[in-house]
């Protein structure tokens, strides 16, 4: 049986990896993934990510976390906003700030996925994916 919502499942992932205070997480390798991951890395919430097989065979997305020290880590928190059941767009203008610019918002736009950031310097709306501070 498939997965509703993957994206969801991996930011599960990510947030409880990161509150144990893993090296590293393994989650369902997709396109959207991929694209949710090279935005993390750029913003510097992840150490990396590589596409990696498991024991079965089947690729799977591995991102690295990583932490300033032994007491705090970069992710504080990670939220999905636009779900299967409920769809959250935004219009270029509309675009909100998460925590007053201190956090990133990923949106799916039609030039990719990107931060609330280039989507508003590119002047382009979407559905926004997730909040990450």
């Known amino acids: 049986m498939g997965m509703t919502d993957p994206i969801a499942d991996m930011l599960t992932r990510l947030r409880n990896a990161n509150r144990v205070r893993f090296k590293s997480v393994d989650v369902i390798l997709s396109q959207v993934n991929l694209n ?9 919430y992840i ?12 690729d799977v997305l591995r991102i690295y976390l990583k932490y300033p020290d032994t007491k ?3 992710i504080t928190d990670i939220q999905r906003v636009s779900k299967p059941g409920r769809r959250v767009y935004v219009g270029s203008n509309d ?14 736009t039609s030039k990719g996925v990107i931060t609330d950031k280039e989507a508003r310097e590119l002047k382009v709306g979407g559905e926004i994916i997730c909040n990450v501070w």
């Open 47 to 58: 150490g990396g990510y590589d596409v990696k097989k498991n024991e079965r065979g089947c």
């Open 95 to 108: 675009i909100p700030k998460v925590l007053n610019g201190y956090g990133v918002a990923v949106i799916s």
């Open 36 to 44: 949710i991951a090279k935005v993390l890395k750029k913003t510097g």
């Open 72 to 74: 705090s880590a970069i």
